[in-house]
């Protein structure tokens, strides 16, 4: 297991406060050894004008997934916080109701530098999305 957090499922749950990923209906729903998995509604607060998911709202996705995963690798949260520095996407298909799911597992882990691969499907399985995020370890202020 890559998660330094001794109970990475609670800390999961703990995260559920007011935040645009809580406004986006984003849910966690699995941790595993070196992986976690949240979905997304695609409705009316994540389609785009035209009636289907809004890359954006994907990236949003993403970005949680890769953050929040960085968070559960580092050991001490009083002294250092993960902070995205770069993120990019590739949108493959696209989905004008349902849900979608993210998938994150780590390229890299290391002290200072964690990069994180998230592929996002549909409930079919069919792919959506595939994001690569680079997050800074960073000793806080």
């Known amino acids: 297991m890559i998660w330094k957090q001794k109970d ?3 800390a999961l749950r703990q995260l ?3 935040s645009l990923s809580q406004h986006l209906g984003i849910e966690f729903t699995t941790i595993g050894d070196d992986y ?3 979905s997304m509604p695609v409705d009316n607060r994540t389609r785009q004008p035209y009636g289907i998911l809004h890359g954006g709202a994907s990236v949003v996705l993403a970005e949680t997934l890769g953050s ?3 968070m559960l690798c580092i050991d001490d949260l ?3 916080a993960p902070v995205g520095v770069e993120i990019n996407a590739n949108h493959l298909n696209s989905i004008a109701s349902g849900k979608v799911i993210g998938r994150t597992t780590p390229i890299k882990v290391g002290r200072r530098i964690h990069v ?3 592929h996002i499907r549909d409930e079919a399985d069919r792919p959506i999305c595939v994001s690569r995020i680079t997050i ?3 000793e806080r202020r």
């Open 68 to 70: 929040v995963a960085s």
């Open 36 to 38: 976690i998995e949240a």
């Open 16 to 18: 559920n406060r007011p």
């Open 116 to 118: 994180w691969q998230i």
């Open 136 to 138: 800074a370890v960073v």
């Open 8 to 10: 990475p499922a609670a």
């Open 78 to 80: 009083d002294k250092y």
